[in-house]
């Protein structure tokens, strides 16, 4: 059964696209075979053969989406292309539908969805150490007198946020934690542990453009809940984010 928590206006923006370079490189091809000046051949035929080989990544990329799409088990050969397409091309898709009038937001969670699929098809699992667990600094409480983005033993465990109890879970289990006030923090923690998994939250476009920052490296994002607006107070499925770790790493418990 396909599963439909995919936006529909994703999938058919990227397939829009394929189609619209397939046409361009036909007309390619076409100067390439009845073209009259050599210099332009030449020209059209490098960029041509370029243009093919990223074409054939691509629409090897989208099978393996559609794969995931239909929950089938992925082929061997097609782990590179999508990898390249869900990591690469798909951002540009997004965009692309964002500047056409989509909705922004349900482009976002269907590329974050897409890239936690391919991560839990494709992934491997890893020892607790080799694990980040990022989490951003709103899950803490706004009132909370106790600063915990540079020191975690700053917490004083008093249960009013989640943070609480993922340091909790963290002390149980070993992996890394931190907690970090946006991408730029977040990009120097990546580099300063160089963890070989990653479990992300945040909103939808600090999770896009933290995947891609640090691809090739597997990453679940689990986008955050924000019933007060953004960056405040906000929340986490605490479900989702448990399995999202233990999906990464079989030791937790």
Same mark, same amino acid.
């Given at each position: ?6 936006? @529909?206006? #994703? $999938?058919?923006?990227? +397939?829009?696209?394929? !189609?619209?370079?397939? %046409? ?50 992925? @082929?061997? #050969? $097609?782990?590179?292309? +999508?990898?390249?397409? !869900?990591?690469?091309? %798909? ?163």
């Amino acid at each position: 059964m396909a599963d439909r928590r995919l936006s @529909p206006s #994703f $999938l058919g923006l990227t +397939l829009s696209l394929i !189609v619209f370079l397939i %046409l361009t490189l036909i007309i390619m091809w076409y100067f390439n075979l009845f073209g009259t000046a050599i210099i332009i051949n030449v020209f059209f035929m490098v960029i041509s053969v370029v243009l093919s080989a990223f074409l054939l990544v691509l629409i090897l990329g989208f099978l393996g989406i559609w794969f995931l799409f239909q929950q089938w088990k992925i @082929p061997r #050969f $097609l782990h590179f292309p +999508l990898k390249i397409t !869900v990591n690469n091309f %798909l951002g540009f898709v997004v965009r692309m539908g964002q500047a056409l009038g989509f909705s922004q937001e349900s482009l976002e969670k269907s590329y974050i969805y897409l890239i936690n699929k391919m991560v839990k098809n494709l992934g491997s699992s890893y020892a607790p150490e080799d694990i980040l667990v990022l989490a951003p600094h709103c899950m803490q409480e706004a009132s909370c007198p106790h600063r915990i983005t540079h020191d975690l033993a700053n917490c004083s465990q008093c249960g009013k946020c989640q943070v609480c109890r993922l340091i909790q879970m963290q002390k149980e289990n070993g992996f890394h934690l931190a907690v970090v006030t946006g991408g730029t923090d977040a990009r120097q923690v990546v580099k300063k542990i160089n963890p070989w998994a990653i479990v992300a939250v945040a909103c939808e476009r600090d999770l896009m453009s933290g995947i891609r920052d640090v691809f090739p490296r597997p990453v679940l994002g689990v986008i955050n809940i924000r019933p007060q607006g953004p960056c405040f107070n906000t929340e986490v499925d605490w479900w989702e984010l448990e399995n999202a770790i233990k999906t990464l790493c079989k030791e937790v418990g």
